[in-house]
């Protein structure tokens, strides 16, 4: 079965997270994204120290989405060099991991209640 996935990136407010999870969702890139608000920033940035408010995405997808779901979150990504890290599962409850995959399209997945199979 293949494995999840977590997929991390920063953006810079709530409205702008939920707008691109949602699509991703939709698009079954993902099974989820995480929104976290109010995360503060401290980065180097053109030989700058910055700071800033931003949001955390944690988004639950599987191992072999990760190019496609990286290409469309950074098309819809407003960051001159969006932060998109990939977080390998090495554990997962069966059941949530059949979800995951289930909802991502993933081989091995159980089919969908009304699904042809």
């Known amino acids: 079965m293949e494995r999840p996935l977590l997929v991390y990136t920063t953006l810079p407010d709530t409205q702008t997270a939920l707008a691109i999870g949602e699509v991703l969702v939709r698009e079954h890139l993902a099974a989820c994204v995480n929104v976290l608000p109010g995360i ?3 980065y180097a940035w053109k030989g700058a120290i910055e700071r800033g ?7 639950k997808t599987r191992e072999g989405l990760a190019e496609a779901l990286g290409a469309a979150l950074k098309a819809r990504h407003p960051y001159e060099t969006p932060i998109i890290l990939h977080l390998p599962v090495t554990g997962a409850d069966p059941e949530t991991a059949a979800w995951i995959l289930a909802e991502t399209g993933g081989e091995g997945a159980p089919p969908q ?5």
């Open 53 to 59: 408010q931003e949001v955390v995405a944690i988004l």
């Open 113 to 117: 209640p009304g699904s042809a199979g």
């Open 40 to 42: 503060e920033s401290v």
